[in-house]
C-alpha cells in the first residue's frame, strides 16, 4: 500500500514539473511576443509611415542669419585729398583692383627713381673699392718686411678702402631699404580691395566724420555665425559637415565649420559658455536671409 502511495506521489510530482516547464515556456513565449510588439507599435509612433514625416535626428539644430565672411572698411584721410574714385556703390571688384587714389601718389614714383638712381654710382664705388684692395695687397705681398714704413702706409690705405667699402654697403642697404619703404606707402595712396566682392557703400558725409567708413567692401564668401554651448561644443569640430536649410528659397545645401572662437562670447557671465562658430555658406543665398544649420552627432 505505501509503495502504491508512493509511485502516486511520484508521478504527479513528473506531472507538475511538465507543467510547470509547459508554463514557463508559454509565459516566455508571450513576453517575447508582447515586447516585440510593444517595439513595432512605438516605431510605428515614431518613425513615419506615409500620413507623416516625423522621425527621430541625431543633431544638433542652429539658426542665424547670412553676413559676409569678410567686411573691408576704408577711411577718409583727411591729410591728402581723393585725387581719382575708380568704382561706384554695388560695383563687382576683384582682389587688388584698385578703389581709389589719393594726391600725392605721383611722388612715391620720383622718389623711387632717385633712388634708384644712387644704385649707379654706389655701384661703381663699390668695384673701385674692391679693386684697390686687392691691388693694395698685392704690393703688400711684394713689398719688402723691413721697409716698416711702406708696409704700414699700405696697410693703412686698405684699411681705410675697407671702410669706404663699409660705408658704402651701409649706404646700397639704406637706398634698398627706403625703396621697399616708398612702395608700402603706395597702400596709402592707391587703395585696393582685399578679397573678391563688391561695393557695398560709398559714403560721401565720411569726408566730414571720419570716424565712419567712406566706402565698405563687402566679399562674395559668406558665412552664417551662431552661438555653441559648452555642452555642444564636443560635438563639432572645425572641418566638420553641416546641413544648412534656406526657408526662404525652399532649398538645402552643405556648409562647413571653419571656425570655431577660443574664448566664449559671455566670458564676464558666470552661466553656460557659449563659443561662435562660422559656418560657410554658399554665394547664391542672399545676404540676411534666416538659415537653419543641423550638425549630426557621430
Given at each position: 500500500?505505501?509503495?502504491?502511495?508512493?509511485?502516486?506521489?511520484?508521478?504527479?510530482?513528473?506531472?507538475?514539473?511538465?507543467?510547470?516547464?509547459?508554463?514557463?515556456?508559454?509565459?516566455?513565449?508571450?513576453?517575447?511576443?508582447?515586447?516585440?510588439?510593444?517595439?513595432?507599435?512605438?516605431?510605428?509612433?515614431?518613425?513615419?509611415?506615409?500620413?507623416?514625416?516625423?522621425?527621430?535626428?541625431?543633431?544638433?539644430?542652429?539658426?542665424?542669419?547670412?553676413?559676409?565672411?569678410?567686411?573691408?572698411?576704408?577711411?577718409?584721410?583727411?591729410?591728402?585729398?581723393?585725387?581719382?574714385?575708380?568704382?561706384?556703390?554695388?560695383?563687382?571688384?576683384?582682389?587688388?583692383?584698385?578703389?581709389?587714389?589719393?594726391?600725392?601718389?605721383?611722388?612715391?614714383?620720383?622718389?623711387?627713381?632717385?633712388?634708384?638712381?644712387?644704385?649707379?654710382?654706389?655701384?661703381?664705388?663699390?668695384?673701385?673699392?674692391?679693386?684697390?684692395?686687392?691691388?693694395?695687397?698685392q704690393e703688400l705681398e711684394w713689398a719688402d718686411p723691413v721697409n716698416d714704413g711702406y708696409v704700414t702706409s699700405l696697410k693703412k690705405e686698405i684699411a681705410r678702402y675697407q671702410t669706404l667699402l663699409a660705408t658704402n654697403?651701409?649706404?646700397?642697404?639704406?637706398?634698398?631699404?627706403?625703396?621697399?619703404?616708398?612702395?608700402?606707402?603706395?597702400?596709402?595712396?592707391?587703395?585696393?580691395?582685399?578679397?573678391?566682392?563688391?561695393?557695398?557703400?560709398?559714403?560721401?558725409?565720411?569726408?566730414?566724420?571720419?570716424?565712419?567708413?567712406?566706402?565698405?567692401?563687402?566679399?562674395?564668401?559668406?558665412?552664417?555665425?551662431?552661438?555653441?554651448?559648452?555642452?555642444?561644443?564636443?560635438?563639432?569640430?572645425?572641418?566638420?559637415?553641416?546641413?544648412?536649410?534656406?526657408?526662404?528659397?525652399?532649398?538645402?545645401?552643405?556648409?562647413?565649420?571653419?571656425?570655431?572662437?577660443?574664448?566664449?562670447?559671455?566670458?564676464?557671465?558666470?552661466?553656460?559658455?557659449?563659443?561662435?562658430?562660422?559656418?560657410?555658406?554658399?554665394?547664391?543665398?542672399?545676404?540676411?536671409?534666416?538659415?537653419?544649420?543641423?550638425?549630426?552627432?557621430?
Amino acid at each position: 500500500m505505501k509503495n502504491k502511495k508512493k509511485i502516486i506521489w511520484i508521478f504527479v510530482s513528473i506531472a507538475l514539473v511538465i507543467i510547470l516547464i509547459f508554463a514557463y515556456i508559454r509565459i516566455k513565449n508571450f513576453i517575447s511576443t508582447y515586447q516585440d510588439e510593444m517595439i513595432q507599435r512605438r516605431n510605428e509612433a515614431i518613425f513615419e509611415d506615409d500620413d507623416t514625416d516625423l522621425e527621430i535626428k541625431n543633431e544638433i539644430v542652429f539658426t542665424g542669419k547670412v553676413a559676409p565672411a569678410n567686411t573691408q572698411n576704408v577711411y577718409y584721410n583727411v591729410k591728402t585729398n581723393i585725387k581719382e574714385i575708380h568704382v561706384v556703390q554695388g560695383q563687382d571688384v576683384l582682389k587688388e583692383d584698385s578703389l581709389l587714389t589719393y594726391h600725392g601718389a605721383e611722388t612715391i614714383d620720383d622718389q623711387i627713381t632717385i633712388q634708384n638712381a644712387k644704385f649707379v654710382s654706389l655701384k661703381e664705388d663699390r668695384d673701385w673699392y674692391n679693386y684697390r684692395i686687392e691691388e693694395l695687397k698685392q704690393e703688400l705681398e711684394w713689398a719688402d718686411p723691413v721697409n716698416d714704413g711702406y708696409v704700414t702706409s699700405l696697410k693703412k690705405e686698405i684699411a681705410r678702402y675697407q671702410t669706404l667699402l663699409a660705408t658704402n654697403q651701409i649706404n646700397w642697404s639704406n637706398a634698398v631699404n627706403e625703396i621697399e619703404r616708398l612702395k608700402n606707402s603706395y597702400d596709402d595712396y592707391y587703395i585696393k580691395a582685399d578679397f573678391d566682392g563688391f561695393v557695398y557703400k560709398i559714403d560721401e558725409t565720411a569726408k566730414n566724420n571720419v570716424s565712419l567708413p567712406y566706402m565698405i567692401l563687402y566679399s562674395n564668401d559668406r558665412i552664417v555665425t551662431v552661438e555653441v554651448s559648452e555642452y555642444e561644443l564636443q560635438y563639432i569640430d572645425v572641418g566638420t559637415q553641416a546641413k544648412i536649410t534656406v526657408e526662404g528659397l525652399n532649398k538645402e545645401y552643405t556648409g562647413e565649420i571653419t571656425k570655431i572662437d577660443i574664448m566664449p562670447n559671455n566670458m564676464t557671465s558666470n552661466d553656460t559658455s557659449y563659443f561662435n562658430i562660422e559656418v560657410t555658406i554658399p554665394s547664391e543665398v542672399p545676404y540676411g536671409y534666416s538659415v537653419v544649420i543641423a550638425v549630426k552627432i557621430s
